[in-house]
């Protein structure tokens, strides 16, 4: 009887959850397809992942499987294949998952103290001691190097862009930041890792991991350009049990970037350096921070 009982309420807290995920997903509908407002990690946000809205939807899923593994080449045929869980690296360099690694950092204390709040976490530290005003201070760049002064809040690659432009704004994963940025970062990590630990890791062909390849000599590093907070639970689920999670699947980037290799060897057609916004030494001093040992 006790045990029907957990049941029935289990059932019926499970039915209040995903009713008030459906509500909040129209009531942001409304808001950012129809009334064309900008996005907000507002309270209803926040509510949203607390709900932990994906494990609905990771519950329904099922694997498929990926047989090719992408090692150090200038090409690859299959739209999905998978990459060593050592050759990630960030949007905004290496420190993503090292040294700093405010990301892989929160999501270790996650998994030793899962409910940490946010106040107390690596990240809302990391937040606000790293904010750095330009491109020296984000890479820790030669002062001499033509990219340093670019604004941090710039997007800006030499390989991808012909120059820093002002309207092309980013938001980077450093300070300064309103609470509510942080605290909705660390409920996705805090989300992820419950999921994962419980339901495994089951992407689909559309929220796989997605970005580009970076190659240097013979090396190489998957850029991410989604899919930072999936690869930081990864890494630390790794670290615990080796076995787990060595190899990740991922895809190529379709809709941020059109760019699928990056080679070293082709600096002088970078756009940047082909137009003469940097030097070959400056660009290759920034490209060498996505790489790490």
């Not at 990690?41 to 047989?67: G, M």
Request: hydrophobic share 35%; proline share 3%; glycine share 2%.
């Amino acid at each position: 009887m006790k045990l029907f009982k957990n049941f029935r309420k289990y059932q019926f807290l499970f039915l209040i959850n995903y009713f008030l995920i459906k509500l909040i997903l129209f009531i942001q509908f409304i808001k950012y397809r129809i009334f064309k407002q900008e996005f907000s990690k507002d309270s209803l946000e926040i509510l949203k992942h607390k709900l932990n809205l994906y494990s609905y939807k990771v519950k329904k899923r099922k694997k498929f499987k990926v047989y090719c593994e992408y090692k150090f080449e200038d090409y690859i045929k299959e739209e999905i294949f998978k990459v060593d869980i050592k050759k990630f690296t960030g949007f905004d360099g290496y420190y993503t998952f090292n040294d700093e690694a405010p990301l892989l950092k929160s999501a270790m204390e996650i998994y030793k103290k899962p409910n940490i709040k946010s106040k107390d976490s690596y990240l809302y530290y990391f937040y606000n001691s790293f904010q750095p005003k330009n491109y020296g201070e984000l890479y820790s760049l030669n002062y001499n190097n033509s990219l340093y002064q670019i604004p941090s809040f710039l997007q800006f690659k030499p390989w991808i862009n012909s120059k820093a432009d002002k309207k092309n704004i980013r938001k980077g994963l450093f300070g300064p930041a309103e609470f509510n940025d942080v605290e909705h970062r660390l409920i996705r990590l805090k989300n992820l890792l419950k999921n994962i630990k419980e339901l495994g890791y089951i992407p689909t062909k559309k929220d796989i991991v997605k970005g580009y390849i970076l190659l240097s000599k013979d090396d190489f590093r998957f850029l991410i350009t989604s899919g930072h907070h999936r690869i930081a639970v990864l890494k630390v689920l790794n670290y615990f049990n080796p076995n787990q999670f060595k190899k990740v699947s991922v895809a190529f980037e379709e809709n941020r970037s059109s760019l699928r290799f990056v080679d070293e060897k082709d600096i002088d057609k970078w756009p940047a350096v082909a137009n003469h916004f940097c030097s070959k030494k400056d660009a290759l001093e920034m490209f060498y921070k996505f790489f790490y040992t």
